[in-house]
Every structure is written in structure tokens, then in C-alpha cells.
């Protein structure tokens, strides 16, 4: 801005050592404003002859300009015209308001062409060179001077390759300790304000902010930006800035609130939780419905953490649970183990864990040991839990001060309460903790034919002792079958257990008859598949829906449609709940309505469709909570409701079963395929029952969702993974407690030698994905290297678990934030 | 290009050719003109797509009553930068499956591009991207203003967003006690 005839502007590196400029010093004391302190404007120069940076000072708020003055003498002797306006009069100024006002005054001063800076350098100071269009705006940036400058010496250190620093309390005055300062970082010749990440150093309050920064009692955001500062000698125009508009309370409309929130990571639920707490609107907004399903469908569910087996010594082991998240919320969730010491023995050795379990509840129950007559050739538990908000109030009422009468009052109509509730699908309901009920079913199969044990556990932490009877594996024998035949575990219609096995071309479906203890199988009916499908193989059965393997790919085969009336759909939700429980006296199967296979309790048996050598033979039980029905479709005999292509290339490691409650109204089943270290998911979307009607965008589209669906690689599997060799497990876990979205994840795992890399995916069923026919994708791949064999089979549903009682309203929104995750579990069933 | 058919007929050659211009001239709400490229105008922001489509582009400068000149100022910039930038497969995807699709990680220009903004820039930046309705600057906005509520306090976060706290003093101990897993790191 001042010139002569040197061009070049010395910039010594030490900046805090004195420049190699010498400095005069020369106070202006014009003004038209009598109250202002004088000197007016410091301006401090270099005497030598030379093109030299204007670098604008501005002090801070009640303070006088004059006393920077061996700053600026500083400044200026590494070659700098420095200039300090008095910004405003120091007399009890202590309205930030004003301040900025009396800033933006001299500020617009100082752009003025005829009586500004550049007036005052060239007509008072004599210097030369100034240009006479520093007042010109160039539309850029709003600058906007801030009422407290303190140019510290970390910052100086910037000066030799910026155009200009300030230290600015950037950011807003909310309260009397609110004044935060940043560096900010003025680029010379763009005008632009930058605030560069490594550059940025936030400090607390300088003392002489704090001293002056109790103004704002009031809420009032300030606009402060930087103050203007010159660049090189080249640019030498002040860039000064309109004035700023007041800006009111930046009241963001809740779509925009939504907007945001929406991408806050799933694996810091503790940020949903802060803002939930922000004001109530927020608080409504996040638990809102529309911002739940929006957040679980945009979001993948995070991994809360993962359950691992360490070595422990020789040969022992010892699980342990491992966050990975940032926060986590409680979880009430449990694990299924093996004793694997036992099972070097006859027996098979259960027990179920809470890794999450406060110190003074019990962590671990011992389930005892099921009675087989034969050694188990291959055999797989699942832990089901029986958990919903429907179970917390079980929970609730039984422990009431009369539970006994109302328990026996059930067993004297012939059935246990816990019977009553439902599988309720734990990705649709909350959990909550103290209300855990679980039940474990183990399937297997030994040399003459199969096997399966239930066990129920019925809350025994309130009534320790009181249900002994049930606390034993009930073993089921199904009937011989050779034990490489496939056989997929069934419900019948009244909620029986029966079970379905290939004949030649007939799909022969059993049922059992449970006559005081002995048990009867009866084959009730079959369905001829020879005209059909060219089915192979039996893979599966779910939700009335069998899964059968062909040359060209994997069918779904419904059962013989018929319309189920009203009615009807009440009678059968009653024991819904007793499917494999005949531990907890079942009720009888209907027989009347034929040998139908519909029932309502969601059961999920899977037969492994996997090309592992040995120990194939492993059945996966799940349950759903399959939703009573109402179905309308005109009967027809046998019709394929979904099909699954494999695509040509593709070869088959897993298949997994599950039913989601996907809108509450579609069952969805996948299978795995692999090709040269990638792994596919295949949905397949079932038929599945409801009571709700259709959301509209299926109501129309219901057959779409029979037909053929999409398939796309779900991601890269690590290509040391010896794929090739045994994939023992593929399995689809729930993972999302809290929402009715439907999410699950699965988990491939992969033998190798005597270690297992388990591939822990998390694949998100999207909600709306069987509209669009998408697949979900995956998420995280988690190599892990387990023991073979040593934990069992696991079932973790991770749920959220957020307080008990009922309380305001806003509490209520509070539980339903979606903060749940995923726990993945490593290890392998399979024997 | 016929001329000789009359006055009528020039005019609509004029408009025409004005049609044919390849920027739009943007019109802040405080009169300040701004330019911008009429494709990535009608690429980024569905509503001056629509505006574009529909005719309704005023030569001389279409007003965008809600928007500021700074925050059109960025807009334009943005524009501009995305205009330079290679459109990644990746950002066409997201703007097509808008509503499911799991969010896109800003482009480290995009990142750039937010990090300098001032906290009232980025507010009013927010605001605008949201009116104009573009997806992706929205999204990169409120991507960035979300990774401004990391690690805040439910406090910090009143002032980010200068809301008043209606929560009573009881309740929210109540609720901190309860959801004190939130709360291990105060």
C-alpha cells in the first residue's frame, strides 16, 4: 500500500526477534470525535525506503490502541506499515453490541476513500504509493472487525507465509465464559477466510477476553469474523466489508434439525442422546417416528462390539466382550456357550452368559445337560430370546406381590403365561433389562436319526427355584432318518412341531403327537414336487414357506394357499408361542384343519445348503415372531413364492434363513454366494403373514415381491480366505433392537485348519429394499480368528434398554432413540 | 436463425438465444447479482432445474428472495467448484437414491469448501442449499455441521444452535442418571 522505490519486503524468519527494520512510530490525532482517547490511529512504519504490507490492527474491546504500540514496533520492524485505529472510547463501552458497532464505524472509516486510511496514510502521514481505491468492495467476503484482537506470538510465527492473522474470538458470545478464540488464518490474495485445520488452535478465553466478555447476559449470537489484515504489498486493498446484518436466532425449521441429526455416525448413539437433550422439539424429533426409520435406513447398524474367545492357558478359553464403539448403551443381551472341555465327553454342556451383567446378578446359568442316547454327530443350539416390551410387562406383573396366584391360575388352564407371549421378533421391540426370558433349542443329529431339545427358562431371576421342572432339555426324537438325509424342523399349524424331509420327488411333511411324554410322529401329508420343480434338495422351512434347492437355484415352495378367514387367524395366534416348547405343555395341535403347514409361531429351521466336508449336516434354528394372517390370495395348489437365481460362476456357501419383519409383512430369506473372494447376498422375499394391511407402496406391488429379486455383491472377502475349503456357518443374526426396522446381520465363518476366521458382516435390510428389489449391503467385514468350535451357537440381540418407567411424555421419546447396535459373535457351531 | 419474419419472430429468436445462454443469472436477496454455469445450476440444485425448465429464469437476475448474498456467494462458488470438480460416479448414485442411499462421505473438496465458512456462512449456507434443494451441498453442510456436535454437551450444543434449554433442572438430572452411559466422558 505505501510504495517507494525498493521493491523488496524483508520477511526475516526469527519473528521473535526484532525485524531488521527500523520503525517510526507517529500517532494521528485528528478526530472529529471528541471522546475517543487519543492517538487516534497508531501508525507504526518502517523508515527504510521500501514497498511494505499494511497489516490493520485492531485491539480489543475496552482497550486503547497505544498500548500495543511495542507489538506493533515490532510487527512493523520485520517490515510492515502497522495500523491500530482506535476502534471506540474505552468509557464503560460494555455493550458488545455498541463494540461492534463502534468497530463497524471505523472499520467503514477506514474504507473511505476521501477520509479514510488511505486519506490518512498518504495526506496526514505523507507516505506514498497508497492506492486510492482501497474503499472498493469487491463483493467478497464479509469481514467484519471484532471488537478484541489479540495477536499472540504463537500466531505471529504465521506471518511469513500468510497474509495476515488474527486472533478472533470466531464464534459467538452465548455466555460470560462463552468467548472462545480461534486463529484465523487470512490468505493474501484471495480474500477469503480461512480457517486451516492444522492451523486452528482453539484457546479458552484469554484473560483479556474473560475480563471483558461478561457482556452477554443476553443470548445474542455475534457475527465476528476476522478483522481485516493486508496481504503481500501487491494487494494492497483493504477489503472492508458491508456491515453485518443482525442475525436472528437461527431457528433451523425441523427438517433442516433433521437433516442434520440424521448424520450423526450410528456408533456414537451418545451424540443422539446430547441432542435429544438439547430442547424438547429436538427430543420429539429424533425419537419421532420418521426420523427413526429414516436414521436406520440411511445409517448401518453399528458395531457396539464383539464377543471374542482368548486362549486362556492350555487348551482353556474364556470369553470376553470388546467395545468398539464410542459409546454404548447398556445391552441387555445374552450368549449362548459351549463347555467344549465337555464335549470332548458324551455330552453336550450349555450355559448362558450376560457379558454385560452388573456385578451382583448372576452372569452365567448353567443349562443342564439333554440326555441323548447317542453321541451327537452334529448338532447346533440356538438362543432364542423371548424378549418385547409385552415381556417387560410380563416381567413386571409377575413380579407384583400375587404372582403366584396368577401363575397358577394359568397352569391351571393348561398353560404357562410365558407361553402366552409371543416370539416377539426382538428387532421390533424395545427390551428391557430384569425382563430377559430366554429359551434354548438344540438341534442335532446323531447316528440313527435327529434330535431336538428345548429348554425354557421362565425369568428365573425373580422366582429362583420356582420352575425347576422346566429347567431340565427336553429331548425330542424325531424319527429315523439317515442322518445325511435333509430334514427341515417345520411348526404346525396348531404350533406343534413336526418336520418336513424329501421322498423321492414328495415333500413328506410329519407332525408329532405328544402323548404324555412319548412321542408320536405321523406323516401327515405330502406335496409332490415332480411336476414342479426338480427339486434336489430340502433346504428349509419358514413361515409356511419351504426352501428347496434345484439345479438352477434356490425356490421357495408355499403351501397349498388357502384363505384363512378372520377368524381363524385369531384362534391360531393363541399358542402361537408353544411352537418347541413342549417343555411348557404345549397345547395339542389342531388337527381339524388338516395337515396345512402355516403355523404362527415363526420357527426357522435351515438345513445347510454348504459344501463342507464333514459335519454338514448341521441344522440352524431361529424363531421369528410370525404375525397372524390374513391372506387372500385364491388357492391354488403349489406355487413357488420366491425364487433365488444363482447366478452361473457363483458357488453356494451358506444359506441364510431368516425371517424379518420386514414392514411387518414380508418374510426375507438369503443365501450366500461366493466367487473368487466375493461374497453375494441373495434375498429372497418370502410370503409371510400380517395383520396390519400392506403399506400402500406394497399394496400393489405384493407379487413384485414374490418374483425374482435383484442380486448384487455384497463386498470383497479377503482373498487369503480359503473359501474353497469349508464354510461352516452362514448365518442371518437379528441385530437392531428398538426400531421396527429390518435390519440383520449375518456372519460367515470360515475354517481353517484349526482356527477359525469368522467374517463378521453387518448387512442392512433396508426397509423399503423388497420395494426396489435392492439387497442389503454390507458393512464391516470383521476377520477374527477364533478357536474352532468353542463357543457354541449365539444369538445377541442388542437392544436398547432405556429406562423403565413410564414418565413424561418426553421420557417416552427419550426410549425411543435410536441408539441400538450390533454385537457381533464370534465362533462356530459346528462340530 | 431467421430474421426477416417480422419483429414478433426476432423477439423469439432473442429469447431464444437467451435460452441458449449457458449461464443464469442469480439475484440475492440484498440485489446482488451472481453468475453461474447453467448446467451445474440445474444439475446441483433441483430447484432451479425446475426453474429452468419451466422458463421462469428472469435474465436479469432471478431473485432468491430467502437467500443472502453471502450465502448465495458460496452457493455460486459451490456450483462453480462441482462444475470443475469430476462428478464421481458415486455423487450421481447418491442423487438418485436420495432417500435410502447411506450417506456419502464428503469429497475432500467438499470438506475444504465447508471448513472455511464462518458459523453464520454455514447456517445460512444450510438454509439456502435447503431451499434451492440441493442434495449434496446439503448433505456436505449438515455433514459438517453434525461433526460440529461431536463431543458436545448437551449444553454446547444449545449454543451452537442458540436454543433455549426447556428441560427443568430435575429433569434433566433424572434423565443424566438414567442415560448416564451418555455421560462417562463428563
Known amino acids: 500500500m505505501a510504495a517507494s522505490s525498493s521493491p523488496a519486503v524483508v520477511i526475516g524468519t526469527a519473528v521473535f526477534q526484532p525485524g531488521p527494520h527500523r520503525v517510526d512510530t507517529k500517532h494521528v490525532?485528528?478526530?472529529?470525535?471528541?471522546?475517543?482517547?487519543?492517538?487516534?490511529?497508531?501508525?507504526?512504519?518502517?523508515?527504510?525506503?521500501?514497498?511494505?504490507?499494511?497489516?490493520?490492527?485492531?485491539?480489543?474491546?475496552?482497550?486503547?490502541?497505544?498500548?500495543?504500540?511495542?507489538?506493533?514496533?515490532?510487527?512493523?520492524?520485520?517490515?510492515?506499515?502497522?495500523?491500530?485505529?482506535?476502534?471506540?472510547?474505552?468509557?464503560?463501552?460494555?455493550?458488545?453490541?455498541?463494540?461492534?458497532?463502534?468497530?463497524?464505524?471505523?472499520?467503514?472509516?477506514?474504507?473511505?476513500?476521501?477520509?479514510?486510511?488511505?486519506?490518512?496514510?498518504?495526506?496526514?502521514?505523507?507516505?506514498?504509493?497508497?492506492?486510492?481505491?482501497?474503499?472498493?468492495?469487491?463483493?467478497?467476503?464479509?469481514?467484519?472487525?471484532?471488537p478484541t484482537i489479540a495477536v499472540r506470538r504463537t500466531t505471529l510465527s504465521d506471518l511469513?507465509?500468510?497474509?495476515?492473522?488474527?486472533?478472533?474470538?470466531?464464534?459467538?458470545?452465548?455466555?460470560?465464559?462463552?468467548?472462545?478464540?480461534?486463529?484465523?488464518?487470512?490468505?493474501?490474495?484471495?480474500?477469503?477466510?480461512?480457517?486451516?485445520?492444522?492451523?486452528?488452535?482453539?484457546?479458552?478465553?484469554?484473560?483479556?477476553?474473560?475480563?471483558?466478555?461478561?457482556?452477554?447476559?443476553?443470548?445474542?449470537?455475534?457475527?465476528?469474523?476476522?478483522?481485516?489484515?493486508?496481504?503481500?504489498?501487491?494487494?494492497?486493498?483493504?477489503?472492508?466489508?458491508?456491515?453485518?446484518?443482525?442475525?436472528?436466532s437461527p431457528a433451523l425449521p425441523d427438517e433442516l434439525v433433521e437433516a442434520i441429526l440424521l448424520r450423526s455416525p450410528p456408533d456414537d448413539p451418545a451424540r443422539l442422546v446430547h441432542a435429544a437433550l438439547v430442547c424438547k422439539r429436538w427430543c420429539r424429533l429424533v425419537s419421532g417416528r420418521s426420523f427413526r426409520r429414516r436414521f436406520r435406513a440411511r445409517r448401518p447398524a453399528?458395531?457396539?462390539?464383539?464377543?471374542?474367545?482368548?486362549?486362556?492357558?492350555?487348551?482353556?478359553?474364556?470369553?470376553?466382550?470388546?467395545?468398539?464403539?464410542?459409546?454404548?448403551?447398556?445391552?441387555?443381551?445374552?450368549?449362548?456357550?459351549?463347555?467344549?472341555?465337555?464335549?470332548?465327553?458324551l455330552g453336550i454342556r450349555l450355559a448362558v452368559w450376560d457379558p454385560l451383567a452388573s456385578a451382583q446378578h448372576q452372569h452365567m446359568v448353567d443349562l443342564p445337560s439333554p440326555v441323548l442316547p447317542r453321541r451327537p454327530r452334529s448338532w447346533n443350539a440356538v438362543l432364542r430370546n423371548l424378549v418385547g416390551y409385552r415381556a417387560g410387562e410380563w416381567a413386571r406383573r409377575e413380579a407384583s406381590p400375587e404372582p403366584g396366584n396368577r401363575r397358577r391360575r394359568a397352569r391351571a388352564r393348561g398353560e404357562h403365561l410365558l407361553d402366552r407371549i409371543p416370539f416377539l421378533s426382538s428387532s421390533s421391540y424395545p427390551m428391557y433389562l430384569g425382563a430377559f426370558v430366554f429359551r434354548v433349542v438344540l438341534v442335532g443329529t446323531d447316528a440313527e436319526g435327529a434330535f431336538a431339545c428345548v429348554y425354557s427358562e421362565p425369568s428365573q431371576q425373580q422366582?429362583?427355584?420356582?420352575?425347576?421342572?422346566?429347567?431340565?432339555?427336553?429331548?425330542?426324537?424325531?424319527?429315523?432318518?439317515?442322518?445325511?438325509?435333509?430334514?427341515?424342523?417345520?411348526?404346525?399349524?396348531?404350533?406343534?412341531?413336526?418336520?418336513?424331509?424329501?421322498?423321492?420327488?414328495?415333500?413328506?411333511?410329519?407332525?408329532?403327537?405328544?402323548?404324555?411324554?412319548?412321542?408320536?410322529?405321523?406323516?401327515?401329508?405330502?406335496?409332490?414336487?415332480?411336476?414342479?420343480l426338480p427339486v434336489i434338495d430340502l433346504l428349509g422351512f419358514a413361515h409356511g414357506v419351504f426352501l428347496v434347492g434345484t439345479v438352477d437355484g434356490f425356490f421357495s415352495v408355499d403351501q397349498n394357499p388357502r384363505v384363512v378367514s378372520s377368524g381363524a387367524t385369531r384362534a391360531a395366534a393363541e399358542p402361537a408361542a408353544s411352537a418347541l416348547s413342549?417343555?411348557?405343555?404345549?397345547?395339542?395341535?389342531?388337527?381339524?384343519?388338516?395337515?396345512?403347514?402355516?403355523?404362527?409361531?415363526?420357527?426357522?429351521?435351515?438345513?445347510?445348503?454348504?459344501?463342507?466336508?464333514?459335519?454338514?449336516?448341521?441344522?440352524?434354528?431361529?424363531?421369528?415372531?410370525?404375525?397372524?394372517?390374513?391372506?387372500?390370495?385364491?388357492?391354488?395348489?403349489?406355487?413357488?413364492?420366491?425364487?433365488?437365481?444363482?447366478?452361473?460362476?457363483?458357488?453356494?456357501?451358506?444359506?441364510?434363513?431368516r425371517v424379518v419383519d420386514l414392514c411387518g409383512c414380508a418374510a426375507v430369506a438369503a443365501s450366500m454366494v461366493w466367487r473368487r473372494g466375493r461374497c453375494c447376498l441373495f434375498p429372497a422375499a418370502g410370503t409371510s403373514p400380517r395383520r396390519r394391511p400392506h403399506p400402500p407402496f406394497l399394496r400393489n406391488q405384493r407379487p413384485a415381491l414374490r418374483r425374482i429379486l435383484r442380486t448384487r455383491a455384497i463386498g470383497p472377502l479377503r482373498p487369503w480366505a480359503p473359501l474353497w475349503k469349508t464354510v461352516v456357518a452362514a448365518r442371518v443374526l437379528p441385530s437392531f433392537g428398538g426400531t421396527s426396522s429390518s435390519l440383520f446381520g449375518a456372519y460367515l465363518s470360515v475354517s481353517y485348519r484349526q482356527r477359525l476366521p469368522v467374517w463378521l458382516m453387518n448387512v442392512v435390510q433396508r426397509k423399503y429394499h423388497a420395494r426396489r428389489g435392492e439387497v442389503p449391503y454390507l458393512r464391516t467385514i470383521w476377520p477374527r480368528l477364533v478357536a474352532a468350535g468353542d463357543t457354541a451357537s449365539m444369538a445377541v440381540d442388542a437392544a436398547r434398554v432405556l429406562g423403565g418407567s413410564e414418565g413424561e411424555l418426553w421420557r417416552r421419546y427419550l426410549r425411543r432413540l435410536p441408539v441400538g447396535g450390533v454385537i457381533w459373535l464370534s465362533g462356530c457351531p459346528s462340530t | 436463425m431467421e430474421?426477416?419474419?417480422?419483429?414478433?419472430?426476432?423477439?423469439?429468436?432473442?429469447?431464444?438465444?437467451?435460452?441458449?445462454?449457458?449461464?443464469?443469472?442469480?439475484?440475492?436477496?440484498?440485489?446482488?447479482?451472481?453468475?453461474?454455469?447453467?448446467?451445474?445450476?440445474?444439475?446441483?440444485?433441483?430447484?432451479?432445474?425446475?426453474?429452468?425448465?419451466?422458463?421462469?429464469?428472469?435474465?436479469?437476475?432471478?431473485?432468491?428472495?430467502?437467500?443472502?448474498?453471502?450465502?448465495?456467494?458460496?452457493?455460486?462458488?459451490?456450483?462453480?467448484?462441482h462444475a470443475n470438480s469430476i462428478p464421481s460416479a458415486a455423487l450421481i448414485s447418491s442423487s438418485i437414491s436420495f432417500n435410502t442411499a447411506p450417506f456419502k462421505e464428503p469429497e475432500e473438496w467438499e470438506r475444504k469448501f465447508v471448513d472455511r465458512l464462518s458459523h453464520d456462512a454455514l447456517f445460512d449456507l444450510v438454509e439456502a442449499a435447503n431451499f434451492l434443494g440441493m442434495e449434496r451441498l446439503l448433505d456436505v453442510t449438515c455433514h459438517k455441521i453434525s461433526e460440529m456436535m461431536k463431543g458436545k454437551s448437551p449444553d454446547q450444543i444449545r449454543e451452537v444452535f442458540n436454543i433455549k434449554n426447556d428441560y427443568t433442572k430435575e429433569e434433566l438430572e433424572e434423565i443424566r442418571q438414567e442415560l448416564a452411559w451418555a455421560f462417562y466422558d463428563d
Open chain 1, 29 to 146: 490525532d485528528q478526530s472529529q470525535v471528541p471522546s475517543v482517547p487519543k492517538p487516534v490511529m497508531v501508525v507504526v512504519t518502517p523508515t527504510d525506503a521500501g514497498t511494505y504490507p499494511v497489516a490493520v490492527f485492531l485491539h480489543g474491546c475496552n482497550l486503547v490502541n497505544s498500548w500495543y504500540e511495542s507489538l506493533l514496533t515490532h510487527v512493523a520492524s520485520h517490515g510492515f506499515i502497522a495500523v491500530a485505529p482506535q476502534l471506540y472510547g474505552v468509557a464503560l463501552n460494555l455493550n458488545d453490541l455498541k463494540d461492534i458497532d463502534a468497530t463497524r464505524l471505523v472499520a467503514a472509516w477506514l474504507a473511505d476513500k476521501d477520509q479514510g486510511l488511505a486519506h490518512v496514510l498518504t495526506d496526514v502521514l505523507g507516505l506514498h504509493g497508497v492506492k486510492p481505491d482501497i474503499s472498493r468492495h469487491t463483493g467478497k467476503k464479509a469481514a467484519v472487525a471484532a
Open chain 1, 160 to 248: 511469513e507465509t500468510t497474509g495476515g492473522i488474527g486472533m478472533t474470538p470466531w464464534g459467538w458470545v452465548g455466555s460470560c465464559v462463552a468467548l472462545r478464540c480461534g486463529v484465523v488464518w487470512v490468505l493474501g490474495g484471495g480474500w477469503q477466510w480461512k480457517k486451516p485445520a492444522e492451523a486452528t488452535h482453539r484457546h479458552q478465553s484469554t484473560t483479556q477476553l474473560a475480563a471483558v466478555s461478561h457482556l452477554a447476559s443476553r443470548r445474542r449470537r455475534l457475527s465476528l469474523t476476522d478483522p481485516p489484515e493486508q496481504g503481500r504489498a501487491s494487494q494492497t486493498m483493504v477489503d472492508m466489508p458491508p456491515p453485518p446484518r443482525p442475525r436472528a
Open chain 1, 302 to 345: 453399528p458395531m457396539l462390539g464383539f464377543l471374542s474367545n482368548d486362549a486362556v492357558g492350555d487348551g482353556g478359553f474364556s470369553a470376553r466382550f470388546v467395545h468398539t464403539a464410542a459409546s454404548c448403551p447398556p445391552l441387555a443381551g445374552r450368549v449362548l456357550l459351549h463347555h467344549r472341555a465337555a464335549a470332548a465327553a
Open chain 1, 463 to 532: 422366582h429362583p427355584g420356582d420352575d425347576l421342572a422346566t429347567r431340565a432339555m427336553t429331548v425330542l426324537h424325531l424319527p429315523p432318518v439317515s442322518h445325511n438325509q435333509r430334514i427341515a424342523l417345520t411348526a404346525t399349524e396348531g404350533g406343534g412341531l413336526g418336520f418336513a424331509r424329501m421322498e423321492g420327488y414328495r415333500l413328506g411333511l410329519w407332525s408329532s403327537m405328544d402323548d404324555g411324554g412319548a412321542m408320536e410322529w405321523t406323516r401327515d401329508r405330502e406335496i409332490y414336487l415332480r411336476t414342479l
Open chain 1, 582 to 657: 413342549p417343555a411348557a405343555s404345549p397345547p395339542r395341535p389342531r388337527r381339524s384343519r388338516g395337515p396345512e403347514v402355516r403355523a404362527p409361531a415363526g420357527m426357522a429351521v435351515a438345513g445347510r445348503f454348504s459344501p463342507a466336508p464333514a459335519g454338514s449336516h448341521t441344522l440352524e434354528v431361529s424363531n421369528g415372531w410370525r404375525r397372524p394372517w390374513r391372506r387372500r390370495r385364491p388357492a391354488r395348489q403349489i406355487q413357488p413364492a420366491g425364487v433365488w437365481i444363482r447366478p452361473p460362476g457363483w458357488w453356494i456357501c451358506g444359506l441364510l434363513l
Open chain 2, 3 to 81: 430474421v426477416d419474419k417480422g419483429k414478433g419472430e426476432a423477439e423469439e429468436t432473442r429469447k431464444v438465444a437467451e435460452a441458449d445462454r449457458d449461464t443464469v443469472t442469480l439475484k440475492s436477496s440484498d440485489g446482488k447479482l451472481f453468475e453461474v454455469s447453467k448446467e451445474a445450476a440445474a444439475r446441483l440444485s433441483t430447484v432451479l432445474a425446475g426453474m429452468i425448465a419451466g422458463g421462469s429464469i428472469d435474465d436479469n437476475g432471478t431473485d432468491l428472495k430467502q437467500i443472502g448474498s453471502e450465502a448465495l456467494e458460496n452457493v455460486v462458488d459451490y456450483c462453480n467448484k
